[in-house]
């Protein structure tokens, strides 16, 4: 007698897939070509478990710690899955004391309960590949190494002008809010609300600042007069320019840096492909330093996610929102871009947040594996359409 069949629909969580046949082969080229720029500069492999402590994973990652997967009580340890690769590695570092120095890099599976859109690659299980440069280096040449980096894995995924590198500092964002009359406690919040920038209009952004996070209407006003400008370094010089600017500690710091970096990339041949970009924030709450974000074609949502759009697109699902909605697939949403396909920066106290005295200061990236994947996936069926027509 056969077996009955489940009463249960069988298929993938939502926010994973399965992966076979010339998926797979693509997924594998963009994994060799990744993992062969990584072992030209040095790097070495690693591996940590899928799961950590809960603690160690907490109040690491600002408004985004909500997308953490919690594990239930498996015999007195909490713990969750993993969000990233970068505090698991500050963990690793944090307990073998030994590793003064060390070039690493790390390709493996994590885990956010983030809304998806499959086909975008934006999923809930999906590949980062990490690089990360720690230990005491002089001032910024890992920094700069990191940008050749991100050069050499997209001209070998043979990306050439069609991606950009933006580039901010945290020292300059702090000593910018600071300026401008934001509160200390509200710092990262209205940071997260900036970094809303490349998906949502600027009068958006200023409204989640003023009637979310409580920040007054004049400081989001002088905030809005800077956080919209990009350049490279002639805008590092129009801000050194400004006296309110140049008096500030943090603005001093975040001046010195990234004068420094351009002077690196300029001397490596690197700097063709950046983009210092003062709407660049980084929500998660680790980052001291230089940060970096790139950005293709595509990364952007073809429809600004306005108020007013969010609510015609929930009208055309059928009005779908709240709980149930945030779990629904929005790989057909225009507000929904795939987003950036790798990201990361300069985090020199995250170690010490583990190891109590112990400070290793480290700057990383991290590759979107699924996200690149949907963008070189596209590109290729586009050119057999063009072979074929």
Not at 103 to 111: E, F, G, P, T
Not at 245 to 263: E, I, R, V, W, Y
Not at 267 to 272: D, V
């Amino acid at each position: 007698m056969a077996p009955k069949a489940p009463k249960f629909e069988i298929k993938t969580p939502k926010g994973t897939r399965d992966w076979s046949g010339s998926d797979m082969v693509l997924r594998e080229k963009i994994f060799k070509t990744i993992t062969d720029v990584f072992k030209r500069h040095g790097g070495v492999t690693l591996d940590t478990p899928v799961f950590e402590l809960k603690e160690i994973l907490a109040g690491k990652y600002g408004e985004d710690s909500k997308l953490i997967y919690d594990l239930a009580d498996q015999g007195g340890e909490l713990c969750s899955l993993r969000y990233d690769l970068t505090v698991p590695f500050a963990r690793y570092l944090a307990m073998n004391k030994d590793v003064t120095q060390i070039k690493r890099y790390h390709l493996a599976k994590v885990y956010r309960r983030d809304q998806p859109a499959v086909k975008k690659g934006r999923m809930r299980e999906f590949y980062q590949c990490d690089f990360d440069i720690a230990g005491v280096y002089d001032p910024m040449i890992p920094d700069a190494e990191i940008i050749r980096i991100i050069n050499e894995v997209f001209e070998g995924l043979g990306w050439q002008g069609k991606y950009t590198i933006k580039l901010n500092s945290r020292n300059i964002l702090d000593g910018l809010f600071q300026v401008c009359g934001v509160p200390e406690n509200l710092i990262r919040p209205i940071s997260s609300a900036v970094d809303k920038l490349d998906k949502m209009p600027w009068a958006d952004v200023r409204k989640e600042m003023v009637d979310e996070k409580g920040l007054a209407p004049e400081a989001a006003d002088k905030i809005g007069k800077y956080v919209l400008l990009k350049g490279r370094r002639d805008l590092l010089e129009q801000l050194q320019k400004d006296e309110d600017l140049a008096a500030n500690p943090s603005m001093q710091q975040g001046f010195k840096d990234m004068d420094l970096l351009f002077t690196y990339l300029e001397a490596f041949g690197a700097s063709h492909s950046v983009s210092f970009d003062l709407s660049l924030a980084r929500g998660l709450d680790y980052y001291t330093g230089v940060i970096y974000e790139v950005v293709t074609e595509g990364s952007a949502p073809t429809v600004q996610a306005t108020e007013e759009n969010k609510a015609k697109v929930a009208k055309k699902k059928g009005g779908k929102g709240g709980k149930n909605g945030e779990d629904e697939d929005r790989s057909d949403d225009p507000t929904v871009g795939i987003g950036s396909v790798a990201a990361g920066g300069r985090y020199d106290n995250l170690v010490g947040m583990f190891s109590g005295k112990t400070q290793v200061p480290c700057v990383g990236i991290s590759f979107g594996i699924d996200r690149i994947f949907s963008i070189s996936q596209a590109a290729q069926k586009k050119k057999e359409r063009k072979k074929r027509g």
